[in-house]
């Protein structure tokens, strides 16, 4: 794993959201950690597990990504950490969150649970960050039909993190930390190494899919598609596209069920967005007047069906119902 994903130590876990919360554990993060609300509710939910109150911040209209731009303005002497997230795989500005984490003495979390295999310039965008996180669900373009991952740099946070994940023991007789049990197990290892061999072509069937979509997509009025980022070796673990309703003559909303009623199903991902659910809509950061972009977004975003077995009669399935 560690060298198909380029990265120099990895601890396998049971699923995506164990590995966000033991990181905080094994980092000790308290207080107040800057992320965004752009994201699948794990993300979040990780710090409030850790007694942790997140602080939102805006995201990047054009990536879906924490606006470093945002970043300082938000950062209170509670702060201790940022976890942004590479959202459809998309990478981060890393340099700009990094020189802001250096300048304040924060760490930095990456949820990078859909970016397996995400390079920038031939180097993992997992190695950024003091850590990242995996998801191996069913629903990623690499599974272990539950599991994750932590890449770290150094083996001491390496043995940390396997201690954490194993109630702590270090040994048959030691424990060394209050751990939990979130260990990958041999079943799922299993299956993950024979998946392994393939994902590499899985990639490429996606990306062909996603080439099609594009191709077919790019001229129809109201639809924005995303197109592929210079130096990024890109996953195509999600193909989003964008409805603007008075150009497209429905809203999303009216395109998502039209699509279910075809029998295709896409998603609202990520719709709605973690800062209206009870949990955390009572935050100051929560408003919506704090994060524009971030409803502009999940209002009007739908994820195609994307999988590398798509047909070029699924794709046209699919592109029959969006395009009039
Ligand atoms: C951005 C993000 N973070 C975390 C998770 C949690 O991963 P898991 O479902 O494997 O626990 C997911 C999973 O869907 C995700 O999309």
């Given at each position: 794993m560690c060298e198909y994903l380029k990265v120099p130590y990895i601890s396998l876990f049971t699923n995506g959201t164990l590995p966000l919360i033991t990181s905080l554990q094994a980092l000790r993060i308290t207080g107040e950690v800057i992320t965004t609300?752009?994201?699948?509710v794990a993300t979040t939910h990780s710090l409030w597990w850790n007694g942790i109150k997140p602080v939102f911040v805006d995201i990047d209209p054009k990536t879906g990504n924490l606006d470093p731009n945002r970043i300082e303005a938000a950062i209170t002497p509670q702060t201790t950490a940022i976890m942004p997230v590479h959202v459809y795989g998309c990478p981060c500005r890393t340099k700009e969150i990094q020189d802001i984490a250096d300048k304040y003495g924060l760490k930095v979390i990456y949820d990078?649970?859909?970016?397996?295999?995400v390079e920038v310039d031939g180097k993992s965008?997992?190695?950024?960050?003091d850590v990242a996180t995996l998801s191996f669900h069913a629903?990623?373009?690499?599974?272990?039909?539950e599991g994750g991952a932590l890449v770290m740099h150094d083996a001491k946070m390496k043995q940390r993190i396997d201690y954490l994940k194993n109630f702590?023991?270090?040994?048959?007789?030691?424990?060394v930390a209050p751990g939990i049990n979130s260990k990958m197990d041999e079943i799922r290892s299993a299956y993950g190494l024979i998946n392994l061999k393939q994902v590499n072509q899985s990639i490429e069937a996606r990306h062909q899919v996603a080439i099609q979509y594009r191709e077919a997509l790019?001229?129809?009025?109201?639809i924005t598609v995303w197109n592929d980022i210079p130096g990024v070796r890109h996953n195509y673990s999600y193909f989003p596209i964008f409805v603007d309703e008075k150009a497209y003559g429905i809203s999303r909303d009216e395109l998502y069920f039209k699509m279910r009623d075809h029998q295709v199903w896409g998603r609202r991902?990520?719709?709605?967005?973690?800062?209206?659910?009870s949990t955390y809509r009572?935050?100051?950061?929560?408003?919506p007047d704090n994060l524009p972009n971030a409803y502009r977004m999940a209002s009007t975003v739908i994820c195609l069906p994307m999988h590398h077995e798509l047909t070029r009669d699924d794709i046209q399935r699919v592109l029959d119902v969006i395009i009039r």
């Open positions: 609300p752009y994201s699948f990078a649970a859909h970016a397996f295999g965008i997992l190695n950024e960050g629903t990623k373009v690499y599974n272990t039909i702590g023991f270090a040994n048959e007789v030691e424990v790019k001229d129809v009025p109201g991902y990520f719709y709605p967005l973690i800062s209206t659910f009572g935050l100051e950061s929560a408003r």
